[in-house]
């Protein structure tokens, strides 16, 4: 077991001795601190040296890294080696930036979409509404949000996840059926949130349904079966994860919002990231510094959750997307052994947009009694640029993580500030389609990074078919069967949403 290794064994010693110690100390003691505890890669920088991390640590982590085989995993994962074991699939996600891909039907799917976005452009269509639900979703609505300043077109998009009617049907009384695109976005096309809008929206379109609903599915044949044109259906592969998915054609909302050029420079950034972690010794590979210092903060400094806050509205859904892009990669208890594990995994992921966190939790960060890390993101520019504003957007970024860091002694103790509060910060020049693919990249290497000294399957997701199945059993018992099957609990929230008591047997 992990836990028994020489590497996990150190830290823990060292841990206990580094808990002595109190980060401002370390500042202290070190003037180049944060020349020696940051990391600059391309035209982004990582400002690790809030963390409350030594040369030492970052060696004994390095050593975990090497105890867990991490530069021979890496390698297997651009492979394409089978690292989704139980699905016995690849994570080629990568290869879906890679410019010089030799899988031609990667080619032949870009080529479609740009197709589709040249046609859509010279339409007549005022508005596309996009059906789907977690990685089919929350991809495609951060990066058209985060790169709005980039969008060329005059189509009006719609997101629609939720199978909530008081959002699907006033969309639908102000829109209309004959200018407006149906994109479903569906790996599996079976998941009940996004057919069951589908189901709504196909009856709407009427006459024009069989024209305006696109499907982008790794399941075409499901996809036609429903009704979709099969010149209408945009595939991908098994091997592309749903919460990996938004550089495949799960990314035509992107492409048709700001464009194919920007589409392939968010790709592009996003394969920059990829060579640098293939190929950058571990103790200069951003993601796998990230990855580590994750897990010395979870696994050695008992912080179970990470709190990620971006200083930028147009950022704003980037914990919501960091959220199942780790928690539903790492939120698993059990080894590649078969064994439970002995140690936390997946750290809870929330947060924020910056400054307006300051005014919501971050209290509890400065004066509460658990300790949450922060991962702070921030530009130096923004695109409608006021150096006014800019400036108090990042001295609050750069206020809060040293706010965090240093504390503050008072006379009363209940104005004080314990201090001592890990955080990094990542910094760039502007959020460009670049940026926003190299960020996307970084959290999705660390999380591999994460996962493959967790020893656990950071590419399945078998937790979330228990509630699958549960929802089809209790649609059987709202139409009347199977009520005897069922708990008091539901049984009684069921009398209480029907209206009268369940017939049960
Ligand atoms: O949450 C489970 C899940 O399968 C995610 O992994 C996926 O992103 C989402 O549901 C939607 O799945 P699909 O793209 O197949 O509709």
């Known amino acids: 077991m992990l836990t028994n290794s020489k590497a996990w064994r150190t830290l823990l010693q060292h841990q206990q001795y580094l808990a002595q110690s109190k980060l401002i100390d370390l500042f202290n003691a070190d003037s180049q601190r944060f020349a020696n505890f940051s990391l600059r890669f391309d035209d982004m920088l990582c400002d690790y040296s809030k963390q409350h991390v030594t040369a030492e640590t970052m060696n004994l982590l390095l050593d975990l890294a090497d105890e867990a085989n991490l530069t021979q995993a890496i390698a297997d994962l651009f492979a394409g080696a089978l690292v989704n074991k139980t699905e016995q699939r690849a994570a080629l996600h990568s290869e879906l930036r890679n410019p010089h891909t030799t899988r031609v039907e990667i080619k032949q799917t870009l ?37 709005a300043p980039y969008k060329t ?71 036609e079966a429903f009704g979709i044109n099969a010149s209408h259906v945009f595939t991908f592969w098994d091997w592309v994860g749903g919460r990996y998915s938004i550089w495949s054609a799960v990314g035509l909302p992107v492409a048709l919002t700001i464009g ?20 950058a010794p571990l103790a200069q590979n951003m993601p796998v510094l990230l990855g580590l210092l994750g897990i010395w903060n979870i696994n050695f400094r008992q912080h179970a959750t990470l709190c990620i806050q ?14 199942q892009l780790e928690m539903e990669s790492n939120g698993k208890s059990v080894a590649n052994s078969g064994e439970t594990v002995n140690y936390q995994t997946a750290p809870v992921i929330w947060g924020g947009v910056g400054c307006n966190g300051q005014h919501a939790y971050m209290q509890m960060l400065h004066q509460g009694t658990q300790v949450v890390p922060v991962d702070f993101l921030v530009a130096r520019r923004a695109h409608a640029q006021n150096q006014e504003l800019q400036q108090v957007l990042v001295a609050s970024c750069l206020g809060q993580s ?15 500030c314990a201090g001592n509060k890990p955080s990094t910060t990542i910094m760039f020049d502007i959020i460009t389609p670049e940026i926003i693919g190299k960020i996307i990249a970084l959290y999705e290497h660390k999380v591999y ?43 009684g929230l069921l009398d209480f949403f029907l209206g009268c008591p369940l017939t049960t047997a």
């Open 260 to 279: 194919m050029e920007n589409f392939k420079r968010l790709l592009h950034g996003a394969h920059m990231v990829d060579q640098h972690f293939a190929t």
């Open 153 to 223: 077109t005059d189509l009006t998009l719609h997101f629609v996840s939720n199978v909530d009617s008081d959002t699907l049907l006033p969309l639908l009384q102000r829109l209309n059926p004959a200018r407006t695109l149906c994109l479903i976005n569906s790996k599996t096309f079976t998941t009940i949130e996004t057919l069951t809008n589908a189901k709504i929206i196909r009856v709407w379109l009427g006459i024009h349904s069989s024209h305006n609903m696109w499907a982008i599915t790794a399941n075409p044949g499901a996809a």
């Open 111 to 147: 080529e479609q979409m740009q197709d589709c976005v040249a046609a859509i452009k010279h339409s007549d269509y005022t508005d596309a509404i996009i059906l789907g639900i977690g990685g089919s979703d929350l991809g495609p609505r951060l990066v058209c949000e985060a790169l």
């Open 402 to 416: 040293q706010a965090l860091m240093s504390g503050r002694t008072t006379k009363e103790s209940y104005k004080a």
């Open 449 to 491: 990074v994460q996962g493959v000294i967790w020893q656990i399957q950071s590419f399945d997701q078998w937790g979330v078919q228990l509630g699958k199945d549960l929802i089809k059993d209790i649609l059987q018992v709202m139409s009347g069967d199977n009520a005897q099957n069922v708990d008091s609990s539901t049984a």
């Open 310 to 323: 971006p200083y930028a509205d147009g950022l704003q859904l980037l914990p919501a997307y960091l959220q």
